[in-house]
Every structure is written in structure tokens, then in C-alpha cells.
């Protein structure tokens, strides 16, 4: 199943979404944390590579309703350098709320 994912204004069709709360014992709050799979095509690698750059991303989830401010914690990928035309790499991605 898709989830479709908003970053800044980017449109991503996340795989394997995943919500979470994690504590933040600094603040004495919950953060959501959200973890997903996508793809990337060579033809889109130069323009992601400038989304994930950002330190701070807007998230917005229309289908569970959820708009917030986060931050990478960890991301992954299949394939380094995808200037080679039709590649396809895939793409983990983990994010935290930030304040």
C-alpha cells in the first residue's frame, strides 16, 4: 500500500510507511517519528538529492492528516550515483519532528 508523503513540495509515494511517537526526555514530549521506503528514477536523483540536502522539511500526510516540521535522522539508498539514464534506486528514509 502507498502512502502518499509531501516533503517541502515535493510528492513522494511511500512504501512500508511507518508512524511512531518517540520520547524526548529533554522536553518531557512525544516527537513523531515517520520511516518510509520510495523510489527515485535517474530522471528525479538531481532534484531529491537537493530535497534531502534541507535541514529542515515540512511533512505533510493528507491521508492521516498530519503536518509537521522534521528532520533526517537517518536515510539510505540502493544506488549512490544514479546519473546513468534509467536507473531506479530505492530509497529509506527516517524523519523526526522538530520544534
Known amino acids: 500500500m502507498k502512502t502518499i508523503i509531501w516533503i517541502n513540495d515535493t510528492k513522494l509515494e511511500a ?8 520520547e ?3 522536553v518531557h514530549s512525544n516527537k513523531r ?11 528525479d536523483y538531481h ?3 537537493i530535497l534531502l540536502y534541507q535541514l529542515n522539511l515540512r511533512i505533510r500526510i493528507p ?3 498530519l503536518d509537521f516540521n522534521a528532520s533526517i535522522i537517518d536515510y539510505s539508498t540502493s544506488i549512490t550515483d ?6 531506479v ?4 528514509l527516517e524523519l ?3 520544534d
Open 15 to 22: 512504501l512500508h510507511f511507518k508512524a511512531e511517537l518517540m
Open 24 to 26: 524526548d526526555s529533554n
Open 33 to 43: 517519528k515517520i520511516s518510509f521506503d520510495f523510489k527515485v528514477t535517474s530522471e
Open 47 to 49: 532534484d531529491i538529492a
Open 63 to 65: 491521508a492521516q492528516e
Open 82 to 87: 544514479l546519473y546513468k539514464p534509467n536507473q
Open 89 to 92: 534506486a530505492d530509497y529509506h
Open 96 to 98: 523526526l519532528e522538530q
